[in-house]
C-alpha cells in the first residue's frame, strides 16, 4: 500500500474513522490513562494434547508458540486490534510483531534480553515456531548481544543528563513519526504486542501495564497450569487444568464491541488450535486506513 502524508514507517494513519475517534486521543493522553483489562483461561488439558499430538511434524513446538500463532491470527483476522496511538494520532501497524522477554539463564542473576519476531499475516504454527524459535536460539546463549543490548549498554552507561536527552529525543521524534527506522527495529516497545509467560517463572499471570513509550497497544500475560473448577452444561461441578490469561489493551484503537468479538475469537483459536496449522481463509486490511471517497 502506498504511503501518504502523515504515515509513519510502521504504520498508516487512519482516515476513515469516526469524528469523535479521532478526539479520544487528545482526552486520554497517554496509554496509561486508556487501559482497559481482560481476563480469560484456557483449557491446558487439551492445548497439550494439542502440543503433543503436533510435536513430530512441528519440531520444536511448545506450548507458548500456540499462544503466539493466536496472537498473529487475531491480528491478521482483526485488524484493528494492531492499531496504535502516537502523538495523538490513530494509525493501523503495517506489521504483525511480538515483543518477548527471555532468560539467559534461569536464575536471579540470569541475563535477560527482549527479541521482537516478526510475521507474515498468512503465518501458519509452523511458521511461527519456526521464526520464533530461531531467534531464541541467537539470543538464548550468555554475552549474546542484539540490537536493544547494544543500544542498552550504550546509553546505559552515559552521564543522567545525557540518557535524558537521548530518551527525550527519541520520545519526541516517536511523536512527530520521524524516529529512525533502525530504532523502530531494535525498539521492543514498537510492537503488536508483547507476551510474558509468568507460567515459565511458577507464577500466576498478571495485569501489565502498557508502555507510553512506543507502540504496543496489547499486552498478554499467561500463568502458569493451575486447577479451576467449572459447570458443565448438566450444572455439575468439573475440576479442569486450565492457563489464566490477562491481557492489558488501549481502549482508543477500536471501540468496545470489536475488542469483545475479538477476544470472543482469540478464545476460539485456542479451543480450537487447529486453525492454526493452515492458513487463514482470508487476511483482512484495515478499513480505516483510506478515506472515504466523496459523494458525486
Excluded at 498508516?12 to 486508556?34: A, C, G, Q, W
Excluded at 487475531?74 to 496504535?84: K, S
Aim: glycine share 6%; charged share 25%; hydrophobic share 40%.
Amino acid at each position: 500500500m502506498k504511503k501518504k502524508l502523515g504515515d509513519r514507517y510502521d504504520g498508516y494513519r487512519l482516515r476513515n474513522v469516526d469524528t469523535f475517534f479521532l478526539l479520544i486521543p487528545y482526552i486520554m493522553k497517554t496509554r496509561n490513562d486508556s487501559q482497559i483489562f481482560f481476563e480469560d483461561v484456557a483449557d491446558v488439558e487439551e492445548l497439550d494434547a494439542f502440543v503433543r499430538k503436533n510435536q513430530e511434524n512441528i519440531p520444536g513446538l511448545k506450548l507458548y508458540h500456540v499462544f503466539i500463532a493466536a496472537l498473529v491470527r487475531l491480528m491478521a483476522t482483526r485488524p484493528r486490534v494492531n492499531r496504535f496511538v502516537c502523538g495523538h494520532k490513530i494509525y493501523a501497524r503495517n506489521h504483525i510483531a511480538i515483543s518477548m522477554s527471555i532468560k539467559r539463564s534461569m536464575t536471579d542473576d540470569g541475563e535477560e534480553t527482549n527479541i521482537k519476531p516478526k510475521f507474515a499475516p498468512e503465518s501458519t504454527l509452523k511458521d511461527v515456531v519456526e521464526i520464533v524459535n530461531k531467534e531464541v536460539n541467537l539470543n538464548k546463549e550468555s554475552g549474546s548481544e542484539n540490537d536493544t543490548d547494544k543500544f542498552a549498554k550504550l546509553v546505559g552507561h552515559m552521564p543522567t543528563f545525557i540518557i535524558k536527552a537521548v530518551i527525550n529525543t527519541l520520545m519526541w521524534m516517536d511523536r512527530i513519526g520521524i524516529m529512525p527506522k533502525a530504532a523502530i527495529d531494535f525498539s521492543p516497545f514498537h510492537c503488536s504486542a508483547y507476551l510474558t509467560n509468568m507460567g515459565s517463572l511458577g507464577i500466576k499471570s498478571v495485569y501489565h501495564h502498557l508502555y507510553n513509550f512506543g507502540t504496543t497497544s496489547v499486552f498478554l500475560a499467561m500463568g502458569k497450569r493451575e486447577y479451576q473448577y467449572q459447570g458443565s452444561d448438566e450444572g455439575e461441578l468439573i475440576k479442569k487444568r486450565i492457563i489464566s490469561l490477562k491481557m492489558v489493551v488501549d481502549e482508543r484503537i477500536c471501540d468496545g464491541f470489536y475488542y469483545a468479538s475479538s477476544m470472543r475469537m482469540f478464545s476460539k483459536i485456542l479451543q480450537n488450535p487447529e486453525v492454526l496449522l493452515t492458513p487463514p481463509e482470508e487476511v483482512l486490511v484495515d478499513d480505516g486506513i483510506e478515506a472515504p471517497k466523496a459523494k458525486k
